[in-house]
């Protein structure tokens, strides 16, 4: 089933609205890529509109985490997702999204950019 993001045909009372115009590619949706921490590391480029290129991180176990205090970003080993925001069934399952809380081998860290958009996971380290 397509994913479509346009505008819905009904109101908030269940009227039907006739549209002036017909659904349009521009309005199309994709699955989300749903980035799991993974030993095997995925990646999946895919064509958007206007020819641009996406490439979605679909499995990883690497993150660049930023220390702060150090002014360091060093690649380390993710271990697992204790939280996340975005979805609770995604702590289960291992799913990092933008604002999940990752455990690394420096310590946990919040991710801070998109997986499923950027291919990369970059987090910064939580100091407590």
């Given at each position: 089933?397509?994913?479509?993001?346009?505008?819905?045909?009904?109101?908030?009372?269940?009227?039907?609205?006739?549209?002036?115009?017909?659904?349009?590619?521009?309005?199309?949706?994709?699955?989300?890529?749903?980035?799991?921490v993974s030993e095997v590391i995925k990646r999946k480029i895919v064509r958007c509109r206007g020819a641009n290129l996406k490439?979605?991180?679909?499995?990883?176990?690497?993150?660049?985490?930023?220390?702060?205090?150090?002014?360091?970003?060093?690649?380390?080993?993710?271990?697992?997702?204790?939280?996340?925001?975005?979805?609770?069934?995604?702590?289960?399952?291992?799913?990092?999204?933008?604002?999940?809380?990752?455990?690394?081998?420096?310590?946990?860290?919040?991710?801070?950019?998109?997986?499923?958009?950027?291919?990369?996971?970059?987090?910064?380290?939580?100091?407590?």
């Amino acid at each position: 089933m397509a994913i479509w993001q346009g505008a819905s045909r009904r109101l908030s009372t269940g009227a039907k609205v006739w549209r002036a115009a017909k659904k349009h590619k521009r309005e199309m949706g994709r699955p989300a890529a749903e980035t799991q921490v993974s030993e095997v590391i995925k990646r999946k480029i895919v064509r958007c509109r206007g020819a641009n290129l996406k490439v979605k991180l679909e499995k990883t176990n690497y993150a660049n985490v930023f220390d702060q205090a150090n002014n360091v970003c060093k690649k380390v080993a993710v271990t697992k997702v204790l939280d996340n925001k975005a979805n609770k069934h995604y702590i289960r399952r291992n799913v990092m999204t933008k604002g999940a809380i990752i455990e690394t081998e420096m310590g946990k860290a919040k991710v801070t950019s998109r997986p499923g958009q950027d291919g990369v996971v970059n987090a910064v380290l939580i100091t407590e």
